[in-house]
C-alpha cells in the first residue's frame, strides 16, 4: 500500500547512456512532481506536472524529460547522462486542488550513480 | 537569494531535551505555506508539519511545533522531549503562489543528533 513508489532505488549506469526512472502513486494527487537532492543533501525542484500542465524549473538541462502517461504515474527520462546527474532522485505528489496546506509525499528516492 | 535560510548545518543534542532547528523565509508572496520534513539515514523524505501564512496559531503535531513568526519571517521547528530516533536531516520547505504547481522551495537543512 506504498503511497509514492518508484523503480529502480538504485541505478548504476556508464556516462553518454538513456535511462528512465519511473514513479507510481494511488493517493489521487493531481499533482506530481521530480526532485534532485545532490551529494550536500539539497533538494530542488526539478518539474512540476498538473493536469498535463508541465512547469519546468529552467536550470534542468533539456536530456531530461517527463513522460506521464496518466495522472497516477510521472516517469523521469534522462539522454546522454552526465557524470553531474549522480544524485538521488525523489518523485513526490499533493492534491494541490485541495489547497496551498496540502504536503508533498515523496517516494524512497532513486539513487543515479554515473560511473 | 535565499529563499529558505537554515543557519544551522549540525547540532548535537542531549536526549529527552527540547530541540529548535532554525528557519527563516524570504517572500514577496502574501499566499504561502512553510514545511518541515525529517529525512533519517535510510533516504526516505517525511512530512513533519504544515503552517499556512495565514493561519492564527502555531501548528502542533504531537512532538513537534513550529514556532512560526510572520513579521521576522521565521518558522523554527521545536521537537520536544527528544529521542535517539530523532536523530537525521531536516528541511524546512516553502511553497509560494497559495498551493500552485510550482513545487517546493527547500533550505540546506540541518543534521541534527540526538545523543543517549
Known amino acids: 500500500d506504498t503511497a509514492v513508489s518508484q523503480t529502480p532505488k538504485y541505478l548504476v549506469t556508464q556516462m553518454g547512456n538513456d535511462k528512465s526512472i519511473k514513479c507510481e502513486q494511488n493517493?489521487?494527487?493531481?499533482?506530481m512532481y521530480w526532485y534532485k537532492q545532490d551529494s550536500k543533501k539539497f533538494l530542488k525542484i526539478m518539474f512540476s506536472?498538473?493536469?498535463?500542465?508541465?512547469?519546468i524549473n529552467e536550470t534542468v538541462p533539456n536530456r531530461f524529460s517527463p513522460k506521464s502517461p496518466d495522472k497516477a504515474h510521472l516517469n523521469l527520462h534522462i539522454n546522454s547522462l552526465e557524470l553531474g546527474d549522480s544524485a538521488v532522485y525523489f518523485c513526490?505528489?499533493?492534491?494541490?486542488?485541495?489547497?496551498?496546506?496540502?504536503?508533498?509525499?515523496f517516494g524512497d528516492g532513486t539513487r543515479l550513480s554515473i560511473l | 537569494a535565499q529563499k529558505i535560510t537554515q543557519t544551522q548545518p549540525g547540532m548535537f543534542v542531549q536526549e529527552k531535551e527540547a530541540v529548535t532547528l532554525d528557519c527563516t523565509y524570504d517572500?514577496?508572496?502574501?499566499?504561502?505555506?512553510l514545511f518541515w520534513y525529517k529525512q533519517p539515514s535510510s533516504g526516505e523524505m517525511i512530512f513533519l508539519i504544515y503552517?499556512?501564512?495565514?493561519?492564527?496559531q502555531n501548528a502542533t503535531e504531537g512532538r513537534y511545533s513550529l514556532n512560526f513568526q510572520k513579521a521576522r519571517k521565521s518558522a523554527n521547528l521545536v521537537i520536544s522531549a527528544s529521542q535517539l530516533g530523532d536523530s537525521a536531516m531536516y528541511f524546512c520547505?516553502?511553497?509560494?503562489?497559495?498551493?500552485?504547481?510550482?513545487?517546493?522551495?527547500f533550505g540546506k537543512g540541518t543534521h541534527l543528533i540526538i545523543q543517549p
Open positions: 513526490a505528489s499533493s492534491q494541490v486542488k485541495g489547497g496551498s496546506n496540502q504536503p508533498q509525499h
Open positions: 493517493l489521487g494527487h493531481d499533482t
Open positions: 506536472y498538473n493536469n498535463k500542465e508541465l512547469i
Open positions: 517572500t514577496s508572496d502574501p499566499s504561502y505555506g
Open positions: 503552517q499556512g501564512s495565514y493561519d492564527q
Open positions: 520547505a516553502m511553497r509560494e503562489r497559495g498551493g500552485g504547481a510550482d513545487g517546493l522551495t
